[in-house]
């Protein structure tokens, strides 16, 4: 399986005046193209900051991120590089621009991109796939939960990076909206080849998910120790 994102060895530690935190200590993880990864753990684990290293929005203090088979250093414009063109983005929030339509919002999120001719056509095209055909000329106050973060889902799938990362998606989202969405996220994975890595504290993210990893207090973590973060019922645990 071709990997479109890796992290090897990764350390984070954030210092402000004389404290010094290790959040992240010596993690290796890997997502393939048409996997779906949940990571789970409790609050403080970590799990937020290997997301963002992976999204490279932050840097490793120590450690390997490769994004689509690139090597990534700490340079900014780098980052800023391959943040854009290799990596999709779904957050909990939304994050839609209220005065935007769902179509406008996936036409910005692609001129963000460098995006310009053919925008309008490829966002209709991600919203279209996402099931908002219909919904396109639409602000967000006129649509459901659901709907919103199917915009989202369009807006990290404009442009067709090979890795979508999701923060908490189904946190705002009623339980059927949040099975849906999830349905879509392993068959958007599947279809398109995309490396899906999902953080989350919802349980439901395991019936739809390759592989469960857990993460506490910095380390990813082995099964016992995980069966507290993710309960009795957890499909399956992969540590790398």
Do not use: W
């Not at 984070?12 to 393939?32: A, M, N, T, Y």
């Not at 290997?50 to 999204?55: A, F, K, N, T, Y």
């Not at 919802?202 to 099964?223: F, W, Y």
């Amino acid at each position: 399986m071709r990997k479109v994102l890796e992290v090897r060895d990764v350390v984070k530690v954030f210092e402000e005046g004389s404290q010094r935190v290790e959040v992240l200590r010596g993690v290796s993880l890997d997502v393939g193209a048409g996997e779906v990864v949940a990571l789970e753990g409790p609050s403080g684990s970590g799990k937020t900051t290997l997301l963002s290293i992976m999204g490279c929005i932050l840097t490793p203090t120590a450690g390997r991120v490769t994004v689509d088979g690139e090597t990534v250093d700490g340079d900014p414009d780098r980052l800023r590089h391959v943040r854009r063109r290799s990596i999709g983005f779904v957050f909990q929030q939304f994050n839609l621009f209220p005065a935007l339509t769902a179509l406008e919002n996936v036409e910005y999120a692609l001129s963000v991109k460098g995006v310009r001719r053919g925008a309008r056509e490829e966002a209709a095209r991600v919203l279209e796939q996402v099931g908002l055909g219909d919904r396109l000329q639409f602000l967000p106050r006129d649509l459901s939960g659901g709907q919103k973060q199917r915009v989202a889902i369009a807006r990290a799938l404009a442009g067709s990076p090979p890795a979508i990362l999701a923060d908490e998606p189904t946190a705002n989202l009623d339980t059927a909206a949040g099975t849906q969405v999830l349905r879509m996220f392993r068959d958007l994975a599947r279809q398109e080849g995309k490396g899906l890595l999902i953080v989350t504290h919802d349980p439901k993210v395991r019936e739809v998910a390759d592989r469960v990893v857990g993460i506490r207090d910095g380390q990813l973590v082995d099964d016992a120790e995980t069966a507290d973060v993710a309960g009795p019922d957890r499909r399956e645990v992969v540590v790398s």
